[in-house]
């Protein structure tokens, strides 16, 4: 007969799996990357707003880690909350340079900062097929999906934690597979906008 927790750690291994599988597939090789349009840097302004933007990105990684290192440490929903919230106002910047990169890009990722004014009312399932899913926003090359996940994936775990703030194993295990996945499309948005 298997235990609660056998069953549990059964269900997460099988999750990370699955997770990894689905980050694999939104993954883009080197060539498709080289082969993205991007607009010119044409001035030191462009290279020094790049620069900040980076700088940003890099910053977002370590507070992303954070979150994996406080729910490890028996943190509140508050505090992982309040660190989701910190990757939000980090992706802002990074998503604006994303912006002038790719301009392809724009209307897509314009469109996907609209969530920050619905996260408290709402549903995570709306969130999951409108921002995840790109139900809600304009069609767009697959360059954009990167950058949109480092906005979007911080509001499913502040969602996340507004729905269950006690933070069950479920929620827990979900909130690190949100930011497990933010840490593979910061490569790729790193590529994408900064190289």
Aim: a negative charge; charged letters at 25%; one cysteine or more.
């Amino acid at each position: 007969m298997y235990s609660f927790k056998s069953l549990y750690f059964t269900f997460f291994f099988i999750s990370l799996v699955l997770c990894q599988d689905v980050m694999a597939s939104r993954k883009m090789a080197d060539d498709e990357v080289q082969n993205v349009q991007r607009a010119a840097i044409e001035s030191d302004e462009d290279r020094k707003r790049l620069q900040q933007a980076a700088v940003l990105l890099a910053h977002y990684e370590i507070e992303a880690r954070k979150i994996i290192k406080r729910i490890d440490a028996g943190a509140t929903g508050e505090i992982i909350s309040e660190q989701a919230k910190k990757l939000l106002n980090l992706s802002e910047g990074v998503i604006s340079s994303a912006q002038f990169r790719l301009p392809q890009c724009d209307a897509y990722l314009a469109k996907t900062m609209t969530l920050k004014n619905s996260l408290q009312e709402i549903s995570h399932e709306t969130l999951e097929k409108d921002y995840h899913q790109d139900g809600a926003l304009p069609a767009a090359p697959a360059e954009c999906y990167h950058a949109k996940d480092l906005f979007v994936h911080p509001a499913s775990v502040i969602v996340l934690i507004r729905d269950d703030p006690a933070l069950s194993n479920t929620t827990k295990s979900s909130i690190k597979s949100e930011i497990t996945e933010i840490l593979v499309h910061t490569e790729v948005v790193r590529q994408l906008v900064f190289y």
